[in-house]
């Protein structure tokens, strides 16, 4: 079935650090992708998204591109800010009428001053 | 502006007892969602709805249930069959006529048994 894998945190940088968050799937047709953020004690929020391979979704210094022929949606920043803290998690949309969306675990983020 | 509510933003269970947790949006959306947070899990899908008066339930169903009697509301209720309902609870709404819609997140409940 169709899954997504996330690398492993907690993931600890300094400010001003470059970040990147690992994310690879596996699915049938061509899924949209997405990244989601929480940020401690509230829901999640939509980051960024791709509908499409080589398609890049940009956000607020974040960008991840949707690369087919590595099924992969890594999520970059290039100078972190300590505002940046939270949990994000990569997550794809199953083509078809399905609405479901299939998460992966989350990636904890702490950026140092 | 248009969100998702959910409430009370804490809640505590007894032994025994049913709680619901309260999700509204005034987004216009068709498709309603609950999700369970633990830690180092990830979301889990409880149940969701894509249309009033019709939901499905989704990959941990049991111990909750659901109604989705107005397009705007989406009750989840606990009940005491779920033996372990310590978890943070998300709500989520979508449109549902066009594909690669995001789901759009309340700011969660946080049920703790007592």
């Known amino acids: 079935g169709n899954s997504v894998t996330q690398m492993e945190g907690p993931v600890t940088l300094s400010e001003e650090a470059f970040l990147t968050i690992n994310c690879t799937y596996t699915?049938?047709?061509?899924?949209?992708l997405f990244w989601y953020v929480q940020y401690p004690g509230e829901g999640l929020q939509l980051l960024l998204k791709?509908?499409?391979a080589d398609d890049k979704g940009s956000n607020k210094g974040f960008e991840a591109t949707y690369r087919k022929e590595t099924t992969s949606f890594h999520l970059e920043k290039g100078s972190v800010q300590v505002s940046d803290s939270a949990v994000y998690f990569c997550?794809?949309?199953?083509?078809?009428?399905?609405?479901?969306?299939?998460w992966g675990l989350g990636t904890s983020l702490a950026v140092n001053p | 502006d248009g969100g998702i509510t959910q409430s009370p933003k804490y809640l505590f269970r007894k032994e025994g007892q049913n709680v619901t947790l309260s999700c509204e949006q005034n987004?216009?959306?068709?498709?309603m969602y609950w999700y369970r947070q633990d830690p180092g899990q990830g979301l889990r899908l409880i149940y969701y709805?894509?249309?009033?008066?019709?939901?499905q339930k989704g990959d941990i169903a049991e111990g909750y249930s659901v109604s989705r009697e107005k397009k705007e509301s989406f009750p989840l209720t606990v009940t005491s069959a779920q033996k372990n309902p310590t978890a943070f609870y998300l709500c989520?709404?979508?449109?549902?006529?066009?594909?690669?819609?995001?789901?759009?997140f309340g700011d969660g409940t946080r049920l703790s048994i007592l």
């Open positions: 989520a709404s979508s449109i549902v006529r066009t594909e690669n819609q995001p789901q759009h």
């Open positions: 987004l216009n959306h068709d498709a």
């Open positions: 709805s894509q249309i009033v008066n019709d939901f």
């Open positions: 699915a049938t047709g061509y899924p949209s």
């Open positions: 791709a509908t499409k």
């Open positions: 997550a794809l949309n199953e083509a078809g009428n399905n609405r479901k969306l299939i």
